[in-house]
């Protein structure tokens, strides 16, 4: 559908009074709309866009919003990292960071958590009271607050919960001796925290709970601790070549969706599966417990080659989003999906019985670097946000976009019948990954991830790396018509208006209600997220309106 639409709003003189050598119109505003036909799903812009970083590599992996509309992030970060006013230093190699920013993109603080090795965030969740869970890896010694958790020997699993403030409530470790890690969490109503991930160590210990791997390779888990982080339960998938669990998502009450790759022979409870790639290729596996880990069902997807998924959401009716890569052809259920002869990117929808709805294939076209689908998102209307990166020219449905270098972050929006709503990128000419995405009940998406080439822009945007990788954290939505602001400084008018505003021209009248408008000459600043033009005293009394 081909759409027209004309925006404008307009700063109206009411009455003026003398002030300094030139007469000052007080404002009001006013908004005019007129289109000649709705869009049934507007493409977004980027509404704000934020950096953290330091000298080195500084990733973020996971996102989180809480109910009043806080943004909560977590990754990792080396030697120096400032994260809004707060500089971080780490103890070691890798120290986690937990950032939280308020709905309208203000950073409200940050905490850091780790020791001499290698320390890093990978998932992070929020309950309903605004506490946030964070899971991820730590070697030897981490510091948490006033606790210091010792690892068993190589990666250790932890979990950490933190009040709303940033005050951390209690840590856990879990694992063995062997290299063992958590790469995703979610929380219930009642303040239970769910983790998945994979255990290589021939015990792997939960608190009071343990399990033996017998084969030797990564065995994937999914593990239930309470609101005092006592583990509840732990269930192993027991493979005879590396599984992982990747990403975890509850439904609206009662079961716990868990997704993520195996190869070999994998036993899913009393499932066992084999996996249909060759030469230890895995495939995708999305896993249903209920809330007492009861195993309900287990799928699987894939083919002879490399096949991952990476993320899943579910719905309050137990319907799944899932998304990762594949290298086709790959098969879900009864739909095969062919191969290009790189890694794509796919989303696929599953009922509350585990029945595929749809299956669809995106991506670019370059094949050396690849596509895949890193974390996926879900709103109250059924739709689904993907995100993760692509490579060459990507198709997403009709939507064609292009990276401008080698790998380039996307979100791309799916309806429930599997429709590619819009898609959106942003990159340079290296590598620009995005790890994390949430969504809010009006349809804005937040990304976060990293970004190593020189600069990323973000529509009105633009974030200078510092490093050879920085973190960004960024606001994807419908943005309201801008509204002009006016004030008088030192005599002189200063006109401000939202930097989100892409396409908006500033156009000036001398006469009204029978206006001649021209556009202004004159480039605004962009101070933080604003547009400023500061007028020269000697101007005369204008109208002034933004125009799309």
């Not at 300094?20 to 289109?35: K, Q, R, V």
């Not at 593990?223 to 005092?228: F, I, L, M, V």
């Not at 493979?239 to 190869?263: E, H, K, M, P, Q």
Request: net charge negative; hydrophobic share 45%; with cysteine.
């Amino acid at each position: 559908m081909t759409v027209f639409q004309h925006c404008e709003q307009t700063v109206r003189k009411l009455r003026t009074r003398k002030k300094g050598p030139f007469s000052l119109p007080i404002f009001a505003a006013f908004l005019l709309l007129s289109s000649t036909c709705i869009a049934p799903a507007q493409t977004p812009s980027f509404l704000w866009a934020h950096i953290a970083g330091g000298a080195t590599n500084d990733q973020a992996q996971a996102v989180a919003r809480d109910l009043s509309g806080n943004i909560i992030v977590s990754g990792f970060f080396m030697g120096t990292c400032s994260i809004g006013t707060t500089n971080l230093v780490s103890a070691g190699l890798e120290d986690i960071f937990i950032a939280k920013y308020d709905a309208a993109g203000n950073f409200l603080w940050a905490r850091q958590a780790g020791g001499t090795g290698y320390d890093e965030g990978r998932g992070v969740a929020v309950d309903s009271s605004g506490n946030i869970y964070v899971a991820g890896l730590f070697q030897n010694s981490a510091s948490f607050g006033a606790t210091v958790l010792a690892s068993s020997g190589g990666n250790d699993i932890f979990i950490a919960k933190y009040d709303p403030s940033g005050n951390l409530v209690w840590a856990k470790a879990a694992g063995g001796t062997a290299d063992d890690e958590a790469h995703g969490v979610a929380v219930d109503a009642a303040g239970n925290a769910y983790i998945t991930g994979f255990a290589d160590s021939r015990t792997a210990t939960f608190g009071s709970l343990s399990f033996v791997n017998h084969s030797g390779f990564d065995n994937a888990f999914v593990a239930k601790c309470n609101n005092a982080g006592t583990f509840l339960w732990v269930r192993q998938i027991s493979s005879t070549a590396d599984s992982r669990g990747n990403g975890i998502a509850l439904d609206g009450a009662t079961n716990v969706f868990s997704a993520g790759s195996f190869a070999g022979t994998a036993t899913f409870g009393s499932t066992n599966l084999a996996a249909a790639g060759t030469s230890g290729y895995p495939d995708v596996f999305l896993l249903k417990h209920d809330l007492s880990g009861n195993q309900l069902w287990v799928r699987q997807a894939g083919g002879t080659n490399d096949d991952e998924a990476n993320g899943v959401a579910a719905d309050a009716a137990g319907n799944t989003f899932v998304t990762g890569e594949f290298l086709g052809p790959a098969t879900f259920s009864n739909t095969n999906l062919p191969g290009n002869g790189t890694k794509q990117i796919f989303v696929a929808r599953y009922d509350a019985a585990g029945n595929l709805l749809w299956v669809r294939a995106a991506g670019g076209n370059n094949l050396i670097y690849g596509n895949a689908g890193l974390a996926v998102a879900n709103d109250t209307n059924g739709n689904a946000f993907v995100t993760g990166f692509f490579s060459g020219n990507g198709l997403f449905g009709t939507n064609i976009v292009a990276s401008a270098g080698f790998d380039d972050l996307f979100c791309s929006k799916y309806d429930s019948a599997g429709n590619v709503l819009w898609v959106r990128s942003a990159g340079g000419q290296d590598l620009d990954l995005s790890y994390g995405i949430a969504a809010d009940w009006a349809g804005n998406a937040y990304l976060a991830g990293w970004f190593a080439s020189s600069t990323v822009t973000f529509d009105n945007f633009t974030l200078t790396n510092t490093s050879a990788r920085d973190v960004f954290l960024v606001k994807l939505g419908l943005a309201p018509p801008p509204t002009i602001k006016a004030a008088l400084v030192n005599h002189q008018l200063v006109l401000t208006w939202p930097a989100y505003a892409g396409g908006f021209g500033l156009e000036s009248a001398a006469a009204f209600p029978s206006p001649t408008w021209v556009t202004n000459p004159a480039t605004p600043a962009l101070i933080g997220t604003n547009c400023v033009l500061t007028l020269p005293s000697s101007d005369p009394a204008r109208f002034f309106r933004l125009r799309k």
